[in-house]
């Protein structure tokens, strides 16, 4: 697989174990928060790219970390508004081919698809792992 | 008009005051419970609790009938996505933001949202003030989109000296008259401005600026 230009935005346990993940894999990672202290989150083994500190709904923060060259953004911090508006200006504004971002509102997927989003909610793939444990405790149970 | 407008603190109070004042009907989206009460004691607007970017709460707030939605809270990634539902989900013909990093406005309007920049209308403004001492007698005209505008030029400004036709003045303006020592001029490409001249500027909104700057030397 060929190396990418990844942006990550947010830097909490997600943004982080993404970040992690993907320079483990040998990619190019960028790193945006707003606050330094969590860049703490980071493997100091796993993480070998870049950290740019600052507010990545304002597109100057985007520029510093490159966002012309990126292959692919994920935007994952907490808050749903934030993650959209990033992915949005990301794919629009500085033309990212592919673009993610986490939502916890999962009745606002239906208007993040129709802006052309891809998005991951952390609800929806928790309440389908669960639902799927629930069906196989039930099977399990039906077959004593 | 039905106004909905999304935010908080002093500018929202007194812009609500305004609105109320144009016989708006306006209500008010405040996602602080103490600062909604206090809205609702002083203000004759509707004021709905609630976080203006969910679609609930904007339904219940009016969107479907509003004419026009101004997202103002302090969070741009809000007011974006304020204006998206509302024009999206509720098919509100007119949605502005109010946009905290200058930045974003064109971002914004690229979008398809009207964004208004706070801190680049009050530089603008403040330039304004600065020409204003030269600049006169400014009469809109074409439903406000042409400005008429009698420019005294004075100290050294860029286009002194410099025939007209030399001049790379912006397309959408036109220096009309030229007065000089009680002469009145319709000036050509080989007219020469000079110190002590007063011009009528006819200059459509978006050239005006760059027009003046032409003509005073301020605000470069």
């Given amino acids: 697989m060929k190396s990418l230009y990844v942006i990550v935005v947010g830097c909490g346990r997600l943004g982080a174990h993404l970040a992690n993940l993907l320079s483990q894999s040998g990619h190019r990672v960028v790193v945006i928060d707003r606050d330094k202290e969590s860049f703490s989150n980071l493997s100091s083994e796993a993480f070998s790219g870049f950290k740019v500190e600052g507010d990545a709904s304002e597109p100057e923060t985007l520029r510093q970390a490159k966002i012309g060259q990126a292959d692919l953004l994920i935007a994952a911090t907490r808050e749903d508004n934030v993650n959209i508006m990033v992915a949005l200006v990301a794919k629009k504004s500085f033309g990212v081919k592919n673009v993610m971002a986490r939502v916890y509102d999962t009745r606002r997927e239906g208007l993040y698809r129709e802006m052309g989003l891809e998005t991951v909610s952390p609800i929806l793939l928790a309440g389908e792992e669960f639902f799927r444990l629930v069906y196989k405790a039930l099977d399990a149970g039906g077959e004593k | ?220």
């Fill in chain 2, 1 to 220: 008009m039905k106004i909905i407008l999304i935010g908080g603190g002093r500018p929202i109070y007194f812009l609500a005051q305004a609105f109320l004042g144009k016989d708006h009907e306006l209500t008010i989206v405040n996602s602080d419970p103490l600062e909604c009460s206090h809205l609702a004691g002083r203000l004759k607007a509707r004021i709905v609790l609630g976080d203006g970017s969910d679609q609930t709460i904007l339904e219940e707030a009016g969107a479907r009938m509003a004419d026009l939605v101004l997202a103002a809270t302090p969070s741009d990634p809000d007011n974006l996505i304020a204006c998206q539902i509302a024009q999206s989900r509720f098919g509100v013909r007119r949605v502005v933001a109010l946009v905290n990093d200058p930045d974003n406005k064109e971002i914004f309007e690229g979008m398809g949202i009207g964004a208004i920049s706070t801190s680049l209308r009050v530089a603008s403004l403040i330039e304004q003030q600065l020409t204003f001492d030269q600049v006169t007698n400014l009469i809109p005209a074409g439903d406000g989109k042409v400005m008429i505008s009698e420019v005294t030029l004075a100290e050294s400004f860029p286009m002194e000296g410099k025939r007209i036709a030399e001049i790379d003045f912006p397309r959408d303006a036109l220096i009309a008259v030229v007065m000089r020592e009680g002469e009145t001029i319709i000036p050509r490409g080989d007219t020469i401005l000079g110190r002590g001249d007063r011009v009528l500027l006819v200059a459509l909104s978006g050239s005006r600026e760059q027009a003046l700057r032409l003509l005073t030397g301020h605000g470069a």
